[in-house]
């Protein structure tokens, strides 16, 4: 009896000490899309066994997500094209690691209540438009403009998140809204919203992936970056064979009716995610220059070797981390 007591104190012990040193991740993620998935599927928790507490911190928008990441609050972050450019531009210390590329034309769009006078883009001249300020939907909210012979300037911008902007839309408030997946959809599907513009003939805008570059600097943390990036890779894989799975689970995770997901999720497929390459700087840097240019940037922002870090390739780089 006292040496099988003798072995439980030794092996609590044990744990005691490995927890103590355990080192913890934060991932940051918005509703939706291949972090979802993987925090859905619960695939990371096995690797406490190897010192890693993946924790994760859910975001209603991009530029938020990568204020905290910046602050140290979190160690990776998913989010549009835009919320990188304003966050380099605003000074932050932040890489690109990885990319998503979009293969949808309607994950996000301009929308308007149901029974509104506005039939196109160009009848937004001087109303009010909801928007959240440095997000993808920015970014597309000016180039559905310009492609109506408009500016910026030409409307009124309300900088409002989800969850403000919702209800200044079905108030009457702002005139439209530009927003995304599964915001879209579901505001559509509850107030029979009509969708002004979408992606069609604009540029889709990819997903990206971002680190605080402290963090490639910490062999630990930099070793958990690429457990979670090749896990997010075979996160995708799964979806994408899944699709059903997928809808069930984020509606039981987010609470959102499956009648939104049945819509939101084929149009993530196929759910992808590649390192990030020197050649993905372009559309950045074409991104960054035209909010330059329209007076919305704070300063100029060049994209370049700095920006980023091309890491192995994901699934293959796990055999070589010294996992048990």
């Given at each position: 009896m006292k040496n099988r007591r003798t072995v439980s104190l030794l092996t609590l012990a044990a744990l005691v000490s490995a927890n103590a040193h355990a080192l913890t991740f934060t991932i940051g993620y918005q509703k939706g899309g291949i972090p979802n998935i993987l925090k859905a599927l619960g695939t990371l928790d096995k690797y406490a066994a190897q010192g890693i507490d993946f924790k994760w911190a859910?975001?209603?928008?991009?530029?938020?997500?990568?204020?905290?990441?910046?602050?140290?609050?979190?160690?990776?972050?998913?989010?549009?094209?835009?919320?990188?450019?304003?966050?380099?531009?605003?000074?932050?210390?932040?890489?690109y690691v990885a990319v998503s590329v979009n293969h949808s034309d309607s994950t996000e769009a301009v929308i308007v209540p149901k029974g509104s006078a506005l039939q196109a883009v160009s009848d937004l001249k001087g109303k009010r438009v909801g928007v959240a300020r440095g997000s993808s939907a920015h970014a597309f909210l000016y180039s559905a403009l310009k492609g109506a012979g408009l500016s910026l300037s030409d409307v009124t911008v309300v900088p409002l998140l989800p969850p403000d902007a919702r209800p200044a839309f079905e108030t009457g408030a702002i005139d439209a809204w530009v927003v995304?997946?599964?915001?879209?959809t579901t505001?559509?599907?509850?107030?029979?919203?009509?969708?002004?513009?979408?992606?069609?003939g604009l540029d889709r805008g990819d997903s990206y992936h971002l680190v605080?570059?402290?963090?490639?600097?910490?062999?630990?943390?930099k070793r958990a970056l690429q457990i979670l990036l090749a896990e997010l890779e075979n996160a995708s894989t799964w979806a994408n064979k899944n699709q059903g799975t997928v809808i069930s689970q984020f509606s039981t995770d987010l609470g959102i009716p499956k009648s939104v997901l049945e819509v939101t999720v084929p149009k993530g497929v196929p759910f992808n995610i590649r390192p990030f390459r020197s050649t993905d700087v372009k559309p950045l840097q074409s991104l960054a220059t035209a909010f330059r240019q329209a007076g919305v940037l704070p300063k100029d922002v060049t994209f370049g070797p700095q920006s980023y870090v091309t890491l192995p390739t994901f699934k293959s780089a796990l055999a070589n981390l010294g996992l048990k």
């Open positions: 859910l975001f209603t928008a991009g530029p938020p997500l990568l204020e905290a990441a910046n602050a140290g609050a979190v160690d990776f972050g998913s989010v549009g094209n835009a919320p990188g450019v304003f966050a380099l531009a605003g000074g932050a210390d932040l890489k995304w997946d599964p915001f879209l505001t559509v599907q509850a107030t029979g919203a009509r969708i002004l513009r979408d992606h069609k605080p570059s402290a963090l490639l600097s910490n062999p630990e943390k």
